[in-house]
């Protein structure tokens, strides 16, 4: 079985959990794919107990996801997400939106990486603090689909959920691009033997300078093209963007920028320069409904991941207990998140009652996550992030998404 067999059958899952949802289980799509691909990996696991020479586990392992990973579903992702924020919409939620996203990211990454750190100290396990704030990062990142989607339900303000669907936009962005940005410090760490001040600023600047300079270059000519190309031309210009977004990763990887802030720049400029009040400009609508449609279908196949990831990851009772211990420690660290900013905000701004627990609450993690802690491959510790991260998308995903609704019921009754 080669990695295209097992991207098709990723592919096949999806699509039959989707139709399964869809019509019969009906619950929101993070909810239900995490559910069926739950049971998938609990029937292929005793599968595999009765008939090991079948056991789809071995295939999984012996392959490397990062490259697919890395190279290609991160960076349509985050493009995709960055393509569907429009400043314009955010309004005079703009600031707050900014504040949440970019701030929101650090203090979260900071709170959950320290509480990692130490409480693996307490109970014995092995895990740097840098590592700990790539955990820390990563499962910061949100994932905007499951949250437009479940916020989509309720009937909530205009200027809730606009800093909802905003700040779950930009988290997710900002949150890989930090983590990937500490990995390679790491790198440059152990390269060195170890690394200064100076030299963090250094991979600081080159990873983030570059990368925004190249994301700029390669938003500007891609705004250039497709104003110049023909909206009716829908292949022409869907083509293009493919080819923005796997010609920046590549461009990017030459001059050792963050390829993943390239594809967030490009989308953000393509967002919001290539269209107009009525929603196309230079970008034709179709173009934002071809990546909208790959974003969803991505994070299906996330989410599908997420099931079989529990056939690779080490049982390991110490693993999954400071797993759960991430579980609250995700949520206290999205609460503190939230509650700075807007408490540091509020002397200027007015902000509802419910925003900091249906913010912090909303917060459902996905397939994000997962791909990044599958591609982090020379990281010591990687087995314990990916069973942590594991634990924590899982966790979140069913029990906050289950409950997000007595939340917003709370919400009605607070307004």
């Given at each position: 079985?080669?990695?295209?067999?097992?991207?098709?059958?990723?592919?096949?899952?999806?699509?039959?959990?989707?139709?399964?949802?869809?019509?019969?289980?009906?619950?929101?799509?993070?909810?239900?794919?995490?559910?069926?691909?739950?049971?998938?990996?609990?029937?292929?696991?005793?599968?595999?107990?009765?008939?090991?020479?079948?056991?789809?586990?071995?295939?999984?392992?012996?392959?490397?996801?990062?490259?697919?990973?890395?190279?290609?579903?991160?960076?349509?992702?985050?493009?995709?997400?960055?393509?569907?924020?429009?400043?314009?919409?955010?309004?005079?939620?703009?600031?707050?939106?900014?504040?949440?996203?970019?701030?929101?990211?650090?203090?979260?990454?900071?709170?959950?990486?320290?509480?990692?750190?130490?409480?693996?100290?307490?109970?014995?396990?092995?895990?740097?603090?840098?590592?700990?704030?790539?955990?820390?990062?990563?499962?910061?990142?949100?994932?905007?689909?499951?949250?437009?989607?479940?916020?989509?339900?309720?009937?909530?303000?205009?200027?809730?959920?606009?800093?909802?669907?905003?700040?779950?936009?930009?988290?997710?962005?900002?949150?890989i691009v930090l983590a990937?940005?500490?990995?390679?410090?790491?790198?440059?760490?152990?390269?060195?033997?170890?690394?200064?001040?100076?030299?963090?600023?250094?991979?600081?600047?080159?990873?983030?300078?570059?990368?925004?300079?190249?994301?700029?270059?390669?938003?500007?000519?891609?705004?250039?093209?497709?104003?110049?190309?023909?909206?009716?031309?829908?292949?022409?210009?869907?083509?293009?963007?493919?080819?923005?977004?796997?010609?920046?990763?590549?461009?990017?990887?030459?001059?050792?920028?963050?390829?993943?802030?390239?594809?967030?720049?490009?989308?953000?400029?393509?967002?919001?320069?290539?269209?107009?009040?009525?929603?196309?400009?230079?970008?034709?609508?179709?173009?934002?409904?071809?990546?909208?449609?790959?974003?969803?279908?991505?994070?299906?196949?996330?989410?599908?991941?997420?099931?079989?990831?529990?056939?690779?990851?080490?049982?390991?009772?110490?693993?999954?207990?400071?797993?759960?211990?991430?579980?609250?420690?995700?949520?206290?660290?999205?609460?503190?998140?939230?509650?700075?900013?807007?408490?540091?905000?509020?002397?200027?701004?007015?902000?509802?009652?419910?925003?900091?627990?249906?913010?912090?609450?909303?917060?459902?993690?996905?397939?994000?996550?997962?791909?990044?802690?599958?591609?982090?491959?020379?990281?010591?510790?990687?087995?314990?992030?990916?069973?942590?991260?594991?634990?924590?998308?899982?966790?979140?995903?069913?029990?906050?998404?289950?409950?997000?609704?007595?939340?917003?019921?709370?919400?009605?009754a607070n307004t």
């Open positions: 079985m080669s990695i295209f067999d097992i991207i098709a059958v990723l592919i096949f899952f999806s699509g039959v959990f989707l139709f399964i949802n869809t019509f019969y289980l009906k619950l929101p799509s993070s909810i239900g794919l995490t559910i069926l691909a739950l049971i998938l990996s609990l029937v292929v696991f005793v599968f595999g107990q009765l008939f090991p020479e079948y056991h789809l586990a071995e295939h999984v392992k012996s392959y490397d996801f990062s490259d697919v990973l890395y190279r290609f579903v991160l960076s349509v992702m985050l493009f995709a997400g960055a393509l569907n924020v429009d400043f314009r919409k955010l309004g005079d939620q703009l600031i707050p939106v900014l504040v949440l996203s970019f701030f929101g990211v650090l203090i979260s990454t900071v709170v959950i990486a320290t509480l990692i750190y130490y409480t693996a100290g307490f109970i014995g396990v092995s895990l740097s603090y840098i590592a700990s704030l790539v955990f820390g990062a990563l499962i910061s990142a949100t994932d905007p689909v499951a949250i437009t989607k479940s916020i989509q339900r309720f009937r909530l303000s205009n200027e809730l959920e606009t800093k909802i669907s905003g700040e779950a936009l930009l988290n997710g962005g900002i949150a990937l940005v500490l990995v390679n410090i790491y790198r440059e760490s152990e390269a060195v033997g170890a690394i200064s001040f100076s030299g963090t600023l250094w991979v600081l600047f080159r990873d983030l300078g570059s990368g925004l300079i190249v994301g700029l270059i390669f938003g500007w000519i891609g705004y250039k093209l497709l104003k110049y190309i023909d909206n009716d031309d829908v292949e022409v210009e869907v083509l293009v963007t493919l080819a923005l977004v796997m010609g920046g990763s590549y461009i990017a990887d030459l001059f050792s920028a963050s390829s993943m802030l390239v594809a967030v720049t490009t989308g953000l400029i393509l967002g919001n320069f290539g269209r107009n009040e009525e929603g196309e400009s230079a970008v034709g609508g179709y173009v934002y409904r071809f990546w909208q449609l790959m974003e969803d279908t991505l994070a299906a196949m996330l989410f599908v991941l997420i099931g079989f990831e529990m056939l690779v990851i080490p049982l390991r009772l110490d693993y999954f207990a400071l797993g759960f211990f991430a579980v609250n420690f995700a949520l206290f660290g999205r609460w503190i998140s939230v509650f700075v900013p807007i408490k540091m905000m509020s002397r200027k701004r007015s902000f509802e009652n419910s925003t900091i627990p249906v913010l912090s609450w909303g917060s459902l993690r996905g397939g994000l996550p997962v791909a990044v802690s599958l591609s982090l491959t020379d990281l010591p510790g990687q087995e314990l992030i990916v069973t942590m991260t594991y634990v924590v998308v899982v966790c979140t995903v069913l029990y906050q998404g289950l409950t997000l609704t007595k939340v917003m019921q709370v919400y009605r």
